[in-house]
């Protein structure tokens, strides 16, 4: 951690001691944890996976991993038919925000859009197609799962590339949070092998693209910044029921198309997870991507290490009181290097970051390109961890976790953009003399951290109720104040971006922004 980060971790007083409190419990408590191994479930456990029946998996379906945060709870799945598995995700929410914007507005949540509103997140209808081929073990497999609701709004609005090219993609798949089909290769001493091909989650980040499916509502920041989904093919190899091997050939990072050619002149980006589990007390989740997903930078490439460990150091499942206790550890460093396209005219090096042959930004020639990177003169680079810890109480009927992160983004190049003037801001995130604002470009200096209690009441497997306290900081001015981020005429003529940016269409309104956010939220969560 780089001391920069560290510095104002501990300015902060109450998340260092939140992440003390949680690195203790998950060292200390190791030690009288229940030696003895949960009965094995019906489920395989994969991140970010939706609910596929055992018979069909294969691999690590020896234990019970439905604890591990990002994976289904369920054990049982009445709806399983020979040849179709369907499934069903209904969530929805109420937040409150403090600020008590004007417009309702929440910003830099994947879970959470408005304030003060009941909110349909998410409604998911699909499931999967498994049909044998001969008597070896082979079958073709395929998956569908929809994404109505604010899910629809949401994803695809993180993703520039459908702006390139003749095509837009959007209106064909912004209704859809998974659609692959794929072969499933039976391979004698092995529990075989996965081809497919499509549109998947991704397993970056350890939070699940599903929030039934995760520990808490709000993701932390490591969560948030990197991706939910990706576009291409994902072979899964698995030697045994405790590992496997996952290779990606895709479009991008969160990405439908791509902007520019394939990482090393490849014709597409490159990444892989593997997935480690040596007992049912522990996951070890381990992702790697190299991208270029700058636009109009073919030579500028992105890369991201995201490391996950999952333990469960305490199981009692006959127990009253406490049945069982877990922790999870995500740590994330990456960064872009190379010549990045920032357009003739524009300026970079702004803000608190002092980088720049002037010390305070310049504007960039005629050819529009700027060199980033450890070689380069303006940072871009992100560095992150996220630390939770969940237990659960009365046989599982209740559970409660706390946790929180904290991200230093250089650069803010992943960064969710504050929903101002579509997905840019424009001005607003471009002007270098806005110091007090946040601003995606090269230079920048952006750290923020966060810090979540949520209390989840599960009578069944198949239904959660959540209420969470969230507080999130910036060093930026980054979320919405009072006075929202939408004029009266949302960002038409009566729009302006402050006395010291340049004016929007002449207007006045200037967007509230400010450093930190505090939410209550709940939700109601159907999973079958």
């Given at each position: 951690?780089?001391?920069?980060?560290?510095?104002?971790?501990?300015?902060?007083?109450?998340?260092?001691?939140?992440?003390?409190?949680?690195?203790?419990?998950?060292?200390?408590?190791?030690?009288?944890?229940?030696?003895?191994?949960?009965?094995?479930?019906?489920?395989?456990?994969?991140?970010?996976?939706?609910?596929?029946?055992?018979?069909?998996?294969?691999?690590?379906?020896?234990?019970?991993?439905?604890?591990?945060?990002?994976?289904?709870?369920?054990?049982?799945?009445?709806?399983?038919?020979?040849?179709?598995?369907?499934?069903?995700?209904?969530?929805?929410?109420?937040?409150?925000?403090?600020?008590?914007?004007?417009?309702?507005?929440?910003?830099?949540?994947?879970?959470?859009?408005?304030?003060?509103?009941?909110?349909?997140?998410?409604?998911?209808?699909?499931?999967?197609?498994?049909?044998?081929?001969?008597?070896?073990?082979?079958?073709?497999?395929?998956?569908?799962?929809?994404?109505?609701?604010?899910?629809?709004?949401?994803?695809?609005?993180?993703?520039?590339?459908?702006?390139?090219?003749?095509?837009?993609?959007?209106?064909?798949?912004?209704?859809?949070?998974?659609?692959?089909?794929?072969?499933?290769?039976?391979?004698?001493?092995?529990?075989?092998?996965?081809?497919?091909?499509?549109?998947?989650?991704?397993?970056?980040?350890?939070?699940?693209?599903?929030?039934?499916?995760?520990?808490?509502?709000?993701?932390?920041?490591?969560?948030?910044?990197?991706?939910?989904?990706?576009?291409?093919?994902?072979?899964?190899?698995?030697?045994?029921?405790?590992?496997?091997?996952?290779?990606?050939?895709?479009?991008?990072?969160?990405?439908?198309?791509?902007?520019?050619?394939?990482?090393?002149?490849?014709?597409?980006?490159?990444?892989?997870?593997?997935?480690?589990?040596?007992?049912?007390?522990?996951?070890?989740?381990?992702?790697?991507?190299?991208?270029?997903?700058?636009?109009?930078?073919?030579?500028?490439?992105?890369?991201?290490?995201?490391?996950?460990?999952?333990?469960?150091?305490?199981?009692?499942?006959?127990?009253?009181?406490?049945?069982?206790?877990?922790?999870?550890?995500?740590?994330?460093?990456?960064?872009?290097?190379?010549?990045?396209?920032?357009?003739?005219?524009n300026y970079v090096g702004a803000g608190d970051s002092g980088l720049g042959p002037t010390g305070t930004g310049y504007q960039v020639g005629p050819s529009g390109f700027v060199t980033v990177g450890p070689d380069g003169q303006f940072g871009e680079s992100f560095l992150g961890a996220m630390l939770y810890d969940r237990t659960w109480?009365?046989?599982?009927?209740?559970?409660?976790?706390?946790?929180?992160?904290?991200?230093?983004?250089?650069?803010?190049?992943?960064?969710?953009?504050?929903?101002?003037?579509?997905d840019t801001g424009a001005n607003y995130f471009s002007d270098p003399t806005a110091n007090e604002a946040f601003g995606e470009y090269p230079g920048e200096a952006w750290t923020a951290w966060d810090c979540d209690f949520g209390l989840q009441y599960m009578p069944d497997q198949y239904f959660t109720i959540d209420l969470e306290y969230?507080?999130?900081?910036?060093?930026?001015?980054?979320?919405?104040?009072?006075?929202?981020?939408?004029?009266?005429?949302?960002?038409?003529?009566?729009?302006?971006?402050?006395?010291?940016?340049?004016?929007?269409n002449g207007g006045t309104f200037v967007p509230n922004l400010v450093t930190f956010e505090d939410l209550i939220m709940s939700a109601i969560m159907v999973h079958i």
């Amino acid at each position: 951690m780089k001391p920069k980060m560290l510095k104002k971790i501990i300015a902060g007083g109450m998340p260092l001691f939140l992440f003390l409190a949680v690195a203790w419990t998950g060292l200390a408590g190791k030690a009288w944890a229940d030696p003895a191994a949960t009965p094995a479930a019906t489920m395989a456990a994969t991140p970010a996976a939706a609910a596929t029946p055992a018979a069909l998996q294969g691999f690590m379906n020896q234990a019970d991993y439905t604890w591990v945060n990002g994976n289904t709870r369920e054990h049982d799945f009445p709806l399983d038919g020979k040849f179709f598995s369907p499934e069903l995700l209904f969530d929805t929410n109420y937040s409150y925000n403090f600020a008590n914007p004007i417009d309702h507005v929440v910003d830099g949540s994947t879970c959470v859009e408005h304030s003060g509103q009941v909110d349909v997140e998410h409604i998911g209808v699909g499931g999967d197609f498994h049909i044998p081929v001969g008597d070896g073990g082979d079958y073709v497999r395929a998956r569908l799962m929809t994404e109505f609701g604010n899910y629809a709004e949401q994803i695809p609005r993180d993703d520039e590339t459908p702006a390139r090219g003749a095509w837009n993609v959007i209106p064909g798949v912004q209704y859809l949070t998974e659609a692959y089909g794929g072969y499933h290769i039976a391979i004698p001493g092995t529990d075989g092998m996965n081809i497919d091909m499509g549109q998947f989650p991704s397993y970056v980040g350890l939070f699940s693209f599903y929030d039934s499916e995760n520990w808490c509502y709000q993701a932390s920041y490591v969560s948030s910044n990197t991706p939910w989904f990706f576009t291409g093919m994902r072979i899964q190899f698995f030697p045994n029921d405790s590992l496997k091997i996952e290779p990606w050939i895709i479009n991008g990072w969160q990405t439908y198309g791509m902007f520019n050619n394939g990482v090393y002149g490849l014709p597409m980006d490159l990444g892989m997870e593997i997935r480690w589990a040596p007992n049912p007390d522990m996951v070890f989740i381990f992702n790697q991507y190299a991208g270029t997903d700058n636009p109009d930078s073919p030579n500028c490439v992105k890369y991201h290490t995201d490391d996950s460990a999952v333990i469960k150091y305490m199981d009692n499942p006959k127990s009253d009181g406490i049945s069982k206790m877990a922790f999870s550890l995500t740590c994330d460093a990456g960064m872009q290097t190379g010549p990045m396209y920032l357009g003739a005219g524009n300026y970079v090096g702004a803000g608190d970051s002092g980088l720049g042959p002037t010390g305070t930004g310049y504007q960039v020639g005629p050819s529009g390109f700027v060199t980033v990177g450890p070689d380069g003169q303006f940072g871009e680079s992100f560095l992150g961890a996220m630390l939770y810890d969940r237990t659960w109480f009365a046989h599982d009927t209740w559970a409660f976790t706390f946790g929180g992160g904290v991200m230093e983004n250089q650069g803010g190049y992943l960064a969710l953009l504050p929903p101002i003037n579509g997905d840019t801001g424009a001005n607003y995130f471009s002007d270098p003399t806005a110091n007090e604002a946040f601003g995606e470009y090269p230079g920048e200096a952006w750290t923020a951290w966060d810090c979540d209690f949520g209390l989840q009441y599960m009578p069944d497997q198949y239904f959660t109720i959540d209420l969470e306290y969230t507080h999130r900081a910036s060093s930026l001015n980054y979320f919405v104040g009072p006075g929202g981020v939408t004029s009266s005429d949302g960002w038409g003529p009566g729009a302006a971006t402050g006395s010291n940016q340049t004016a929007k269409n002449g207007g006045t309104f200037v967007p509230n922004l400010v450093t930190f956010e505090d939410l209550i939220m709940s939700a109601i969560m159907v999973h079958i």
